[in-house]
């Protein structure tokens, strides 16, 4: 299918992307479907058995029963070239094969044949959970962001081949494009344009997108749920988060377990199911995906320059560690971190920088680098100091604090006015402090003191406390500054 496809590359901005272009949405029609190569897993809920495989040198069964539950499975298509959906949607062919079965391309008979796709709901063993989910979940068709497929109307429709069972049906907006699982195979075999030193620029920039998408979901209280390379379309220079069928609004306790894939799931989810289901699962999916294509970059001609790949190492370190409290806080977070890796490839790439304003630290005060190879005052000379001519430029240890960047106040911290209120700064930086407000006191104490050539014990052993505290975290790449 990616063969169809012409890639372009991108454009000269950070986070522009190769454009993907097909000639015709027609082409991507199959004229013989087939089910999934590797089978699927089977569709009754608890029974994790691998259904419709290929076994013993044996094509894959299109239908038949699951060698443990004995349910059913069948994966030819419900839909034929032809078939009208609802009276309105005439169906042109099968596209693809996902999670709940076929994705057909299909014409709008009441909109000049506008091309959408169609794809088929979890539930349809009951016809009235069927009509509660499709009602349940219309707030999709709300939902509207450029990075998101935009959901166009549900439809039940009776199957002929289930006595007339209703099966339900999603009608979206068509998307014609690579997924990011196409996207891996590219990498892999080291297709133009990802086969050269911009590669981990573009994955990136996929990582940056798809989390501006994650977090307009997360600002409207859903959680996307299952993150993963084939539920992410690269179109022409853009992207789309393209299947909402495992959307779960934030803080649901019925509805099922939820639709995840355990590859891209986090640990806690695994393990608890939804009553774990935080923002952070879905970061951890994004983590993951971008896991998935950098381990195809294979080819040293594939790799970042220089310090490129530890940064973005720790960088998805974070976003996928085991404990959630490890990973980031926020779609936005993890963005800004993400970019900043951008900028750093991008910039070496280049060979010259090029530096933006921080949204995390106030401008510094001082450069403690700005002495370094300067030429020894006169008083060097006069005094015939037999250090060497050429002074090292390092700062005396006690203008290193006061020349470190600030950390803005977090919005979301219950402390920040109080980090505002410069009055309101003491020198009494208790354990119990957040770590932010601790270093924002103490700082404060290091100004107050910054004349005098002693410090009190109890503030040195309160830095030395706050010291430990970070490095406790090396995933976070600006503790590496603080810390030394």
């Given at each position: 299918?990616?063969?169809?496809?012409?890639?372009?590359?991108?454009?000269?901005?950070?986070?522009?992307?190769?454009?993907?272009?097909?000639?015709?949405?027609?082409?991507?029609?199959?004229?013989?479907?087939?089910?999934?190569?590797?089978?699927?897993?089977c569709g009754w809920e608890g029974c994790e058995a691998i259904v419709g495989a290929p076994y013993a040198g044996q094509p894959a069964l299109s239908r038949g029963y699951c060698p443990r539950c004995r349910h059913p499975f069948d994966f030819t298509p419900r839909l034929r070239p032809g078939d009208l959906l609802g009276d309105q949607y005439r169906v042109v062919g099968c596209v693809g094969y996902g999670g709940l079965g076929w994705v057909y391309l299909a014409e709008d008979t009441q909109l000049d044949d506008q091309p959408v796709a169609i794809k088929g709901l979890i539930n349809n063993e009951d016809e009235a959970a069927l009509r509660t989910a499709v009602e349940e979940r219309r707030y999709l068709t709300m939902l509207d962001h450029p990075g998101i497929v935009r959901i166009i109307n549900y439809v039940t429709q009776p199957d002929p081949r289930d006595d007339g069972a209703l099966t339900g049906y999603i009608v979206m907006e068509f998307v014609?494009?690579?997924?990011?699982?196409?996207?891996?195979?590219?990498?892999?075999?080291?297709?133009?344009?990802?086969?050269?030193?911009?590669?981990?620029?573009?994955?990136?920039?996929y990582g940056c997108l798809v989390l501006r998408a994650v977090g307009y979901l997360h600002g409207e209280k859903l959680l996307y749920c299952d993150l993963k390379p084939s539920n992410v379309m690269h179109y022409e220079d853009r992207i789309k988060v393209i299947d909402l069928g495992a959307v779960w609004r934030l803080g649901q306790r019925d509805g099922g377990p939820p639709v995840i894939t355990e590859a891209f799931a986090a640990p806690e989810v695994l393990a608890r199911g939804a009553s774990a289901l935080t923002e952070r699962h879905d970061l951890f999916g994004v983590g993951r995906t971008l896991e998935e294509l950098s381990d195809q970059a294979t080819r040293q001609a594939q790799r970042p320059p220089g310090l490129g790949a530890e940064s973005y190492r720790r960088v998805l370190a974070r976003a996928t560690a085991d404990d959630p409290e490890r990973r980031f806080g926020s779609a936005a977070e993890m963005s800004e971190q993400l970019w900043g890796v951008l900028r750093e490839i991008h910039s070496l790439r280049l060979g010259r920088e090029q530096p933006e304003p921080s949204t995390l630290f106030a401008p510094t005060s001082a450069l403690l680098d700005s002495s370094l190879g300067r030429i020894p005052g006169l008083e060097r000379w006069l005094e015939g100091d037999p250090r060497p001519l050429l002074a090292s430029g390092l700062p005396r240890p006690e203008q290193v604090p006061l020349?470190?960047?600030?950390?803005?106040?977090?919005?979301?911290?219950?402390?920040?006015?109080a980090l505002r209120d410069s009055a309101s700064l003491c020198l009494d930086a208790s354990d119990a402090m957040p770590t932010r407000m601790r270093l924002a006191f103490q700082r404060a104490a290091l100004t107050y003191l910054s004349d005098t050539t002693e410090r009190p014990d109890g503030l040195l052993r309160s830095l030395e406390k706050v010291r430990r505290r970070l490095r406790g975290d090396p995933d976070q790449p600006w503790l590496s500054t603080v810390c030394g």
């Open positions: 299918m990616a063969r169809k496809f012409t890639v372009r590359p991108a454009g000269e901005d950070p986070l522009a992307l190769p454009r993907v272009e097909l000639p015709s949405l027609r082409d991507l029609v199959m004229d013989d479907p087939h089910p999934p190569s590797r089978g699927q897993t014609g494009g690579m997924t990011l699982a196409q996207i891996k195979d590219h990498i892999a075999d080291a297709v133009t344009p990802y086969d050269g030193p911009r590669l981990y620029e573009h994955i990136l920039a020349g470190l960047p600030v950390p803005f106040p977090d919005p979301a911290d219950p402390g920040a006015t």
